[in-house]
Nanobody, 121 residues
Framework: QVQLVESGGGLVQAGGSLRLSCAASRTMFSINVMGWYRQAPGKQRELVGE???????NYADSVKGRFTISGDMVKNTVFLQMHSLKPEDTAVYYC???????????????WGQGTQVTVSS
């Protein structure tokens, strides 16, 4: 099974920046969308942003203007550049991809294990 691997999380002061990276452990047959979700302590997992194979992006209102998604769908890589971080951004950030891991399986959603982002005040 294809796995997504995230990196780049850590502890930063409010107003700081972090860059998260995600890559598939093996090249996927096809990908429609890649993106990032996050889950804060005691809260449900929520969408942060996503990017389609055509390059279109979508962001949650809470991060719009501060976070930027980029990547290469063909290379199965996606990044999340975060600026002006706030304590409320503290969460485990999960990479996700919607596509086919191989020609033998249908379209499905894949998840990474998550990377912790902690923003101190």
């Amino acid at each position: 099974q294809v796995q997504l691997v995230e990196s780049g999380g850590g502890l930063v002061q409010a107003g700081g920046s972090l860059r998260l990276s995600c890559a598939a452990s093996r090249t996927m047959f096809s990908i429609n969308v890649m993106g990032w979700y996050r889950q804060a302590p005691g809260k449900q997992r929520e969408l942060v942003g996503e990017i389609t194979s055509g390059g279109s992006t979508n962001y949650a209102d809470s991060v719009k203007g501060r976070f930027t998604i980029s990547g290469d769908m063909v290379k199965n890589t996606v990044f999340l550049q975060m600026h002006s971080l706030k304590p409320e951004d503290t969460a485990v950030y999960y990479c996700t991809a919607m596509g086919r891991g191989s020609v033998l399986v249908g379209n499905q959603r894949y998840w990474g294990q998550g990377t912790q982002v902690t923003v101190s005040s």
